[in-house]
């Protein structure tokens, strides 16, 4: 029996616009049970009509970036004060298509999770290998680096509410999921990395997800490992329908 409740998050990256995602609120009918959270990272534009639809509802939303700065001269960017008045819960930090699209290093998304915790919102960091790395054998190499730039960030803070979202980048929109057995192992190295650097209190409060290919077929083998918390979606999220069977599927206490 898990102790951490799930989440189920999509991330509907750059797709559905304002009046794409009033037509999928029209359409999307789940009320959350306790057994899992359900959560939704919007584009920006997307935000108010979350706000309007989601408020008197136990669906969450959130972002799926920040600018590590309250205010100022940062052309373009959107700041914590900004997404908190959103009424977001939860910030994606550091996702693989920003660090790889736009250049990210570990180091700022480090400060994005910081800013995004020092504003009570709950950073959703992003970690994991690309192919290369993994054929190498550098997944937990790559994985510590990018977990070892938060710790440093964090200072003598910690995410007793974190969660980290384990993504290998060959599985993101590929269609191939990782094995659920090798995302267990991931997740649990990351844990008891979390557990040497945060304790082991926030280590068992920590919820860790995996990301890559998940649709309702798939999502109940990964949510029946110890150690993985819940999913984040991309593709799979972008559809009402789709989204309200992988969120059932997430309550059926025996396939967990
Ligand atoms: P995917 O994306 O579900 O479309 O593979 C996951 C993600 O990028 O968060």
């Not at 990301?211 to 993985?228: M, P, R, T, W």
Request: proline content about 4%; some cysteine.
């Amino acid at each position: 029996m898990k102790v951490r409740k799930i989440l189920i998050a999509g991330n509907w990256k750059m797709n559905h616009t304002e009046q794409e995602s009033q037509d999928f609120f029209r359409r999307f009918h789940v009320i959350p049970a306790p057994e899992a959270e359900l959560l939704f990272c919007l584009p920006f534009t997307d935000l108010a009509v979350a706000q309007k639809a989601w408020t008197e509802t136990d669906i969450a939303w959130g972002a799926q970036n920040v600018f590590p700065e309250d205010k100022g001269a940062f052309t373009g960017e959107i700041s914590p004060l900004m997404l908190k008045e959103a009424g977001c819960r939860y910030v994606i930090c550091g996702h693989s298509e920003r660090r790889q699209i736009l250049g990210e290093s570990d180091e700022f998304v480090a400060r994005k999770v910081k800013s995004t915790y020092l504003h009570g919102m709950i950073p959703i960091l992003c970690v994991g290998e690309t192919a290369e790395e993994r054929s190498r054998g550098d997944t937990e190499k790559r994985l510590s680096e990018e977990l070892d730039a938060v710790f440093t960030e964090m200072g003598a803070d910690s995410l007793i509410e974190g969660v980290i979202a384990y993504e290998p980048i060959w599985a993101i929109g590929s269609g191939v999921t990782a094995k659920p057995e090798d995302a267990e192992k991931v997740a649990l190295f990351i844990r008891q990395k979390v557990e040497r650097q945060w304790g082991k209190n926030v280590a068992e409060n920590v919820r860790i997800l995996y990301g890559g290919s998940i649709k309702a077929d798939n999502v109940s083998l990964f949510l029946q490992k110890e150690n993985i918390d819940g999913v984040l979606i991309g593709g799979a999220s972008l559809s009402p329908d789709e989204m309200t069977r992988i969120y059932k599927k997430a309550c059926i206490k025996e396939e967990i």
